[in-house]
T-cell receptor, first 115, second 113 residues
Framework: NAGVTQTPKFQVLKTGQSMTLQCAQD?????MYWYRQDPGMGLRLIYY???????DKGEVPNGYNVSRLNKREFSLRLESAAPSQTSVYFC??????????????FGEGSRLTVL | AQSVTQPDIHITVSEGASLELRCNYS??????LFWYVQSPGQGLQLLLK??????LVQGIKGFEAEFKRSQSSFNLRKPSVHWSDAAEYFC???????????FGTGTQLKVEL
């Protein structure tokens, strides 16, 4: 019963370093999402992938890139990390998209600190 | 543009007391509305959702919410709160034709024993 798995769970970077957050789901879901959560700001959508082979920008895409590697995996890359990217990152998946089924299944989050 | 407002950042209630968390939305068409709960160190879990039909929806853990179009609201309620309900609660809005949710800023619930 893994559901949505994110790695790493914690990471500390220096400004300018790059890293990739990995996400995998084992529920055969079509849609996958990356959100960031910051105090007092709720969750904001970075990128999403409605289906394998497609990706779209969300509300706050600047400074990030994504890859939908296959149906199971959706990675988020920070090419040159900035302190403003210090946040908790959540990956989520949905069977057919949120306005079809209404439910996102979330991973446990990845806490990233950029010094 | 669509938006979700949760006016209360923090709420404290006594165990056994009733609870109402407020959510207001702005959207030009019929909204899809959701409540999620986040326990410390965890991801979010869906409590309930409104797509259409009956404006009073039931969810898990004894929660319910009422959609009021005239007030653009979707408030979450529970008749008797348990200590395990302490968590952060997020209201979210999905737009028809879109494939993403817009979340409110959350309400942190503290339960006093």
């Amino acid at each position: 019963n893994a559901g949505v798995t994110q790695t790493p769970k914690f990471q500390v970077l220096k400004t300018g370093q790059s890293m990739t957050l990995q996400c995998a789901q084992d529920m055969n879901h079509n849609s996958m999402y990356w959100y960031r959560q910051d105090p007092g700001m709720g969750l904001r959508l970075i990128y999403y992938s409605a289906s394998e082979g497609t990706t779209d920008k969300g509300e706050v895409p600047n400074g990030y890139n994504v890859s939908r590697l296959n149906k199971r995996e959706f990675s988020l890359r920070l090419e040159s990390a900035a302190p403003s990217q210090t946040s908790v990152y959540f990956c989520a998946s949905s069977p057919l998209g949120v306005t079809s089924t209404g439910e996102l299944f979330f991973g446990e989050g990845s806490r990233l600190t950029v010094l | 543009a669509q938006s979700v407002t949760q006016p209360d950042i923090h709420i404290t209630v006594s165990e056994g007391a009733s609870l109402e968390l407020r959510c207001n939305y702005s959207y030009g068409a019929t909204p899809y509305l959701f409540w999620y709960v986040q326990s410390p160190g965890q991801g979010l879990q869906l409590l309930l959702k409104y797509f259409s039909g009956d404006t009073l929806v039931q969810g898990i853990k004894g929660f319910e919410a009422e959609f009021k179009r005239s007030q653009s609201s979707f408030n979450l309620r529970k008749p008797s709160v348990h200590w395990s309900d302490a968590a952060e609660y997020f209201c979210a809005l999905g737009s028809g034709g879109g494939n993403k949710l817009t979340f409110g800023t959350g309400t942190q619930l503290k339960v006093e024993l």
